[in-house]
């Protein structure tokens, strides 16, 4: 019985990888450890640990290690804390893998303390491109890990070039894309949406479309991230469309974006908008399936809504580079650029279906191999 | 002016560059902030800062982060410590370019907080290859770091495959190189090395040649490192030639070698060998030209001893794969093949010089760089 | 010139010290080390660092150490990552004394560090009584303390009780008074208020009087915080007169306290409410003595309140067994009680002045002591 | 069944203790939950981890947080760190009952930690008097506990008065003696002694008496350590009898001592000299019924040989103003006087037996305590 750590640092790590957590609680030669830290504890960041649990998930250890600043220091120091926590936990759990999710700052925490432990790690979602701070989080992490799961050729393409050994890396597809694949949208959801999730502002209402909007702040362009989402504030003001809009993550900048939300908040009368914290990652692609689209410049445009064929306007540089299928329209941080694409999308045709990201059935692919894979922590790079 | 910050974590970093502090602190356009942290600042890892205070060096933090325990979660938690610390260091002293050297497992701290902070970051001597714990650190810190100033053609090469742009890679040499050019050893120095350096054990006569032996523990086998610090000692317990021992890092594993140091001495009338702290590098260097030989697995052997045409027995799997001179001998750790490989070079003639780490001026040519490249902190990689 | 360093970790202490650190910094003898830590420098907490800075102070270090997650764990571990950034301040700052200020948790980590270091430790406001864990803190740090600056005759008895020397506990009175003597508040302040300091909810006009409401969660109460503010609110939503309500601390249960007082906003039209993050001690002072009274449990109702003769309602247990003058009316967390208490205050008379917490010259009482005492690290109980 | 947490940070303390966890374990309503932590579980302290698990004890959680640097800064560092793990031990084991033991700087992590979490705390040991940094610890720790199993008659008396509530304040005499107690020696034990603890040095025959050493350094005077052990070594030095010395605490000043004995060891021929490094405590207490007396500043000297009827020559200032029997003579830190009491010993008849620490079953009392008391976490002093 292989005990596999999984380590849960956000509300949108937890969505991504759902279905893996499953195939590991499901399959019969693997223990699922599951953990969770930093953000994905906070209530101001939507508590996605509420979440995990009202999913039947058992949790064998919370780190908190979020300090606050919310400037690049605190960033900083928040990883350092998490490793000081998150090697104890290693330590008492003594799992035979652990798992690390993406490229959020504080994900190499957990790669470190692992690594460090001679614990054999492995990692979903190396060999992307953003061109951002994230990037050199996730590749740095492709260098410490000793399995790959990533989600597309090109991805696959990427960590063999950055000197791993082909025969630990896996193209999977991206567990997001199981859910994806579950989901069935009535049009009862809709109507409970307000009651299920709270939240604040007007409520619309949504039985003729809307807009779902969310934006996280750019850890390299801190300094614009308040100007950043006001353009997308003022593209929006006017629309007749419901907007129903989603808080940013607890990254550097994010005191920007929430101030910079709530100022005009209290400038403006938006009787179109209404505001969620959080939603179960289920809900929320039911939610982009019957939208006009999604806007801003979450990985769920490039990714589930590829698979879903929900219109996507993607707002600046974070998802630079990312493969895509034809359902993004690209515009930079300029309200009148994004009112257009939002034109466009309202006046063309819906896109097609695209598998860029996998087929649906990454978590128990992942699974298996976790059940199967030699465990390993020593490498070299293969030139 | 540019502030240059260079964290020194151990020792042996410090030796290696040593002429680019230098060449810092005389550079008219770049001011030097030397930080010294974890072991450096330990009497038991022989106060390195003792020696950088001597040299005339000016510190301007100094940061305690080791965490006894000398086990693998310890030495996580050390990194972890040192984030925090660092991170607080970088805030006070704004530097425009972080360097961090080569491959410790605490070098990791220094990467992070600046990487995280968006400081620049350089990194000395990147892109080599070990088979150890420490390449996952050193191909990871290459993932984090803004510019790459590497000791070979081979290390350039790889730095490149891994992603990173060609303008920011530069193959100055070693630093470490430019103190053994200079180095010129007369017989005096002999004489007075002893009371120079303390130590403890026998007082062996040098004058007819010695042996000096650095024998560091092996992160990813400690659970054999008192085995293979053993089969060292069984090796040269017999030999008719003086022993210059020196004390191990502070790595995960020391214990183990530090114990069977202690046991071994206990047990055995050991009247060749003397045992010494620390050293200062220009002394080291000088120590080794005089000496028949080095052995162990300590790095001098493969880069300083090449450029000096110093004999060296290399001792299993620490310096795996590292490119070398004609100097070096690779063993097992197994006492027969080591006093093989002693014998051999008792019985052959000198090496040659080789320049496979560089012609000395590695410390001058990193300065002039830091002090014209442009500050960046923002890269993607290059395919 | 004897250097003394002053750690200030939220909005209330600095308010509570100003005048001692403008006496520090007047005095020749003395140099101000001025450390702003925790909340003191966080935005949702008032940003008390920019009033700092705006009053001219110079801040020799900043020392992020709030961990996120707002439970009794993230409090333990802020004290345990205030005393780890603490001692690298102290150590470089090599201060003479240490001023640690009054009972908040993480005032914990400044005494620590201090008396840990050998760095002889002056506490402010020892020897008072509240009945909470405030006091716990408190008197354990009169344990760790070498001088006592106390605010009370009460207060001064208790430390002597508690074992200290005589002739190291001073009654100086507290430096909060200092700043309420000065105070002096013309009418136009008011009209300028709200462009001054901002904030949300409606403007009402205060031409009329007004009522001021300060209440923060208590530790030991955490559960029930929620419901505590609800009293509250629930005794002020129909009041006539205009409310003007401040922010709780960052304390254990402040989530309960901000939650409690969003969903309250949400579901009310709270017309005749304004919310303020933060003010300047001065102003704040001013809108107090133009107030009809004070309510909540700030401390500031038991102190400068009783200089100026503000009227105060103090509710629940916050401010147990303080001692008090004659315009205190105390109330348990009962809307009902609330309500009374307000009427019996707007139909009654100004309370008299009360110089139970002293003259207004403790700032520079305590800033002569400072220049004179012997430097004292080594103590032992009295009896 | 209620859970008792107790953390064992050291070596002495654990044999101080030693029967209250035997009575913990024994008791029907009682689960102990054992944490080992700091220098209990390093080798160079002694590793009493290994005693503890030898003596069958259970294990919950093992932490780590002993920062290296053996110097001032470092100690208030590992109590911080502390801090950070002990919150998280707690969280994870939700003790009813946190005991923390006596007064070494980092037993201040435990009383925090349970303090701050609302977890009432049991003190063992308070209400003595010492006069150094550990009186500060003591009493500071005093105000944070809730209940209080003190050792003597005056330390009840100063825990009074030092505001405690008279119904948790419990004379139980120490654990310590309770060991004493049990204690019975025969001659065959002294046979084996060096085969059991192996130690280093010489291996003088034990038949004819000797004595036994254990000298710490002192916080308050660290500058000093390495010349008051040479006093003591000075005085030994020419001894007729053997003498077994004991290795020192992980307390600043101990590389002063460490360094001076083995400096010593390297200049002198200590031919009667053995070293041991660690002792289980049964044995250790044999060995003193046995040996001529103990001579340095242990507060076994003050406490257990007090019970045994052990002579001791205590010296310096670091069991200052302990209560004692008649069996100490106190000198300062000079050879002469120290070798004037040795004398004064040798020539004297053996003391009688005193119960002033408690007439042997304090474990079991304290235990019955834990099942009965209430469970509080809130005071408030008493006047």
Redesign the interface.
């Known amino acids: 019985m292989r005990k596999i750590c999984v380590v849960i640092t956000a509300r949108p790590s937890y969505s991504r990888v759902k279905t893996l957590l499953q195939a590991i609680d499901a399959h019969e030669e693997l223990e699922l450890q599951l953990v969770v830290a930093a953000s994905a ?3 101001r960041y939507g508590s996605a640990i509420d979440v995990i649990v009202k999913d039947g998930f058992e949790i064998v ?17 928040s ?7 998150l ?2 936990v ?3 759990l003594e799992p035979d893998i652990v798992i690390t999710v993406a490229d959020r ?1 504080e994900t ?2 957990t790669a ?2 692992a ?4 614990i054999p790690l492995a990692h979903i979602q190396g060999g992307e ?5 994230d ?3 996730r ?6 890990a000793d399995y790959h799961f990533v989600a597309s050729e090109g991805a696959k ?2 960590v063999e ?3 791993e050994q082909k025969k630990y890396i896996f193209n999977t597809g991206c567990p997001s894309i199981d859910l994806a694949m579950k989901v069935n949208a009535n049009s009862d959801f809709l109507n409970s949406i307000y009651d299920k999730y709270g939240g ?1 502002g007007a409520f619309p209402d949504l039985a003729n479309g809307y807009w779902v909007v969310m934006q996280h702040p750019v850890t ?1 362009e801190i300094e614009f991230s308040r100007k950043q989402i006001e353009e997308t504030l003022d593209a929006l003001r006017d629309l007749n469309d419901p907007v129903l809009w989603f808080w940013p993550n607890v990254d550097a900048g994010a ?1 920007g974006t929430s ?1 910079g939300i709530r100022a005009y908040r ?1 400038k403006y009368d938006l009787k179109h908008f209404h505001f969620f914290k959080n939603m179960e990652p289920e809900d929320f692609l039911r939610l982009l399936m019957k939208s006009h689209g999604l806007i801003g410049n979450s990985s769920v445009g490039i990714r589930e809504c590829a698979f879903l064929g929900v219109p996507v306007v993607n707002i600046g540089s974070r998802q ?2 990312r493969e895509r299928g034809e359902n993004v329209i690209d515009v930079g941080y300029d309200h009148n650029h994004i009112k257009q694409a939002v034109e466009t999308i309202k006046n063309g045709s819906r896109p097609k279906q695209s598998m860029v990201y996998g087929g649906g059935d990454a978590g128990i692919q992942i699974a298996n191999l976790l059940s199967e894979l030699p465990l390993i ?5 293969t ?1």
Not at 66 to 72: A, F, H, K, S
Not at 79 to 85: K, N, Q, S, V
Not at 115 to 118: E, I, L, T, V
């Open positions: 504890l906070l209530d250890a919370k780190v908190f290690n979020v300090l606050e600043g919310e400037n690049l220091t605190a960033a900083a120091k990883t350092g804390i998490g490793i000081l926590e090697s104890s290693f330590e008492r700052f190499m925490a470190i303390s690594c460090y432990m001679n491109i953003t061109g951002n701070i990037e050199k989080v590749h740095s992490i492709t260098k410490l393409k990427r070039l950055l000197g604040v390299t005191d101030t209290e630079n580079r922590y020593h490498k070299t790079i030139y």
